[in-house]
C-alpha cells in the first residue's frame, strides 16, 4: 500500500521494500547497509511484526524515525518456541528456522527505548498472532495508535497512510 501511494503521488523513488533474508543479523545488515550515508532526519522505516522489531533497533542505534505496525517486542523469546522448517511470506524460500536464529535475535534485546519521540505505534486490539498489550507496555511513551478490532496484518493500515507519512 505505501508503494502504491508513493507511486501515486509521483515519488516511486522514496520508497523501499527489501525482501529480508531470513536470519535476523543478515536483515540487519542488510538494512544497515541500505540507510548507511543517508542523514537519520531523511530517513523513516515502517515495519510490521518482526519487521517493527528491526524497525526499533535500527531507530535506536541509528536515529531514525520509525513506524511499527503490531510489534513484536523481545522476539527471541517468541520465537524459542518456533524452531523447524518455515516459509518466507514473501519470497517462498523454505528454510529452518534454528537457535541460531534465537540467538541473533536475543544479540538485538532492547530493555527500553531511550529516545520514544522516534517511534509511532500502530496496534490492533484484534491482532490474533501478538497481545496488542505487550506493545502498549513496552512502547510507554512513544506515540501509540490503537485500533479496536482488526488483526495482525493490521485491517485499517490504509487509513493510517496520510498519518505514517505526516509523522
Same mark, same amino acid.
Given at each position: 500500500?505505501? @508503494?502504491?501511494?508513493?507511486? *501515486?503521488?509521483?515519488?516511486?523513488?522514496?520508497?523501499?521494500?527489501?525482501?529480508?533474508?531470513?536470519?535476523? /543479523?543478515? #536483515?540487519?545488515?542488510? &538494512?544497515?547497509?541500505?540507510?548507511?550515508?543517508? /542523514?537519520?532526519? /531523511?530517513?523513516?522505516?515502517?515495519?510490521?511484526?518482526? @519487521?517493527?522489531? !528491526? #524497525?526499533?533497533?535500527? #531507530?535506536?542505534?541509528?536515529?531514525?524515525?520509525?513506524?511499527?505496525?503490531?510489534? +513484536?517486542?523481545?522476539? #527471541?523469546?517468541?520465537?524459542?518456541?518456533?524452531?523447524?522448517?518455515?516459509?518466507? !511470506?514473501?519470497?517462498?524460500?523454505?528454510?529452518?528456522? %534454528?537457535?541460531?536464529?534465537?540467538?541473533?535475535?536475543?544479540?538485538?534485546? &532492547? %530493555?527500553?527505548?531511550? *529516545?520514544?519521540? =522516534?517511534?509511532?505505534?500502530? &496496534?490492533? %486490539?484484534?491482532?490474533?498472532?501478538?497481545? !496488542?498489550?505487550? /506493545?502498549?507496555? $513496552? !512502547?510507554?511513551?512513544?506515540? =501509540?495508535?490503537?485500533?479496536?478490532?482488526?488483526?495482525?496484518? $493490521?485491517?485499517?493500515?490504509?487509513? *493510517?497512510?496520510?498519518?505514517?507519512? +505526516? $509523522?
Amino acid at each position: 500500500m505505501l @508503494g502504491h501511494y508513493f507511486q *501515486h503521488i509521483g515519488h516511486p523513488d522514496e520508497f523501499k521494500c527489501p525482501d529480508l533474508p531470513h536470519r535476523p /543479523a543478515a #536483515a540487519m545488515n542488510m &538494512l544497515e547497509s541500505m540507510l548507511e550515508g543517508h /542523514a537519520p532526519e /531523511a530517513v523513516k522505516l515502517v515495519g510490521s511484526s518482526l @519487521g517493527g522489531w !528491526y #524497525a526499533t533497533v535500527l #531507530a535506536e542505534r541509528l536515529g531514525v524515525r520509525a513506524v511499527l505496525v503490531n510489534p +513484536a517486542v523481545h522476539p #527471541a523469546l517468541l520465537l524459542a518456541s518456533a524452531l523447524g522448517e518455515h516459509t518466507n !511470506y514473501n519470497t517462498g524460500e523454505r528454510y529452518q528456522f %534454528t537457535a541460531m536464529h534465537v540467538q541473533e535475535l536475543a544479540d538485538m534485546e &532492547l %530493555t527500553a527505548i531511550t *529516545h520514544p519521540e =522516534r517511534l509511532m505505534v500502530l &496496534l490492533e %486490539t484484534g491482532d490474533e498472532v501478538l497481545d !496488542y498489550r505487550t /506493545a502498549q507496555t $513496552f !512502547y510507554r511513551g512513544c506515540r =501509540r495508535v490503537v485500533v479496536q478490532g482488526g488483526n495482525h496484518s $493490521f485491517n485499517s493500515f490504509a487509513a *493510517h497512510i496520510p498519518e505514517i507519512i +505526516a $509523522f
